[in-house]
């Protein structure tokens, strides 16, 4: 059996650090108050899975020469992983400070989607990731039949496939990527009842390889589907649409951005996410964000724009917001992406292909 497996069973069996751990004379050398109230941030957040991930925040607010002449240093990182030493450091002094104790209890729950019971630590971090500390609703084994990837049906029929295609999109209200459910932010935003709807048509989903046996690509799916009308799908919130480069946009304000990128040979991602508040850029480029502000004047729109301007000044992001006036000229969108990602003419031909 594999941890997806459980249901009755802690999928780790909890974490425990020996009490001296925490006294590594190496470690407390550089450890601040910070570091302490970091821990005390992770508990309250992660509950008992705050333990995954603990070192990379604590390696992002301690000095860089500090973190590399510790693990020069102290015996201890020869014989085992310096990222588990510092892992098993915190554990144990959170044990020692008592923050611990504001761990919940894992509760016992029914799963809405097969209605066997379940306990809230059976579920892999991947999965709690997926679901958010609070809102663990489902149980392992049914979504690692839905959600995870390689999950699906390989012997769907053409009509199943894009019957479920249709049906995904409509319950979305979007296009949906092609593995959708896997991305950990897939299903974070949503109610229970909406993941029920959900994860219900997921269980109909073909796998990545079936879509390519019987389609060729997942656009040609779409497409045959009735999903796309010359490469394109209007929605209430804008124009959902393909790239040249493959990359799916939710504007063709978006796809105008991309495609320059693309024409320029410079590499850039989709939807990079925020450090915090469950948010996504539009594009992530040498270094820097890109934000389409395309319904600029929107009450609601404002503030969410708002909240990631903040969001980049307290975490030391550039961000480069584009309007619908700066798409006016391609020349002068491609004059302003260039400047503000600081980059020449001379150093887009030293580019590889783009992403």
């Known amino acids: 059996m594999s941890i997806y497996d459980y249901r009755d069973r802690s999928a780790y069996g909890g974490f425990s650090a020996d009490s001296r751990y925490c006294e590594n004379p190496h470690i407390l050398k550089w450890w601040t108050d910070a570091h302490d109230q970091l821990i005390a941030n992770q508990i309250e957040a992660e509950q008992w899975a705050w333990p995954w991930g603990v070192t990379d925040r604590i390696v992002e607010i301690s000095s860089p020469e500090a973190v590399k002449t510790w693990k020069a240093e102290d015996p201890i990182c020869s014989r085992y992983a310096w990222y588990n030493v510092l ?65 699906g049906n390989d012997k769907a029929s053409e009509a199943e496939i894009k019957s479920h295609l249709r049906k995904l999109a409509d319950l979305l209200k979007r296009i949906p990527p092609q593995d959708f459910g896997a991305g950990v932010h897939d299903l974070r935003e949503m109610s ?111 503030a969410k724009s708002n909240k990631k301007v903040l969001l980049c000044k307290a975490h030391g992001i550039k961000l480069i917001s584009v309007f619908p006036k700066d798409l006016v000229s391609s020349r002068k969108l491609e004059s302003m992406l260039l400047t503000n990602l600081g980059i020449t003419k001379s150093d887009v031909k030293n580019f590889p292909n783009s992403k």
């Open 87 to 151: 892992m098993y450091f915190a554990i144990s002094r959170a044990n020692k400070m008592g923050l611990a104790k504001s761990i919940r209890a894992p509760k016992r729950r029914q799963c809405p989607l097969c209605c066997e019971t379940f306990v809230e630590d059976s579920l892999p971090i991947p999965l709690i990731k997926r679901l958010g500390i609070n809102q663990l609703d489902f149980c392992a084994p049914c979504l690692r039949d839905t959600v995870l990837q390689n999950s």
């Open 192 to 302: 229970t009842d909406e993941r029920l709807c959900v994860l219900l048509e997921l269980k109909n989903k073909p796998t990545q390889h079936r879509v390519k046996e019987l389609f060729g690509t997942w656009f040609k799916a779409l497409i045959d589907a009735e999903l796309l009308e010359d490469g394109a799908r209007r929605t209430s919130l804008g124009t959902q649409c393909l790239a040249r480069d493959g990359h799916m946009c939710f504007s063709l304000g978006e796809k105008t951005i991309d495609d320059l990128l693309h024409a320029l040979g410079i590499p850039h991602e989709r939807e990079p996410t925020y450090p915090e508040g469950n948010f996504r850029a539009d594009f992530f480029v040498n270094g820097a964000f890109i934000e389409y502000f395309g319904l600029a004047g929107d009450t609601d729109y404002d």
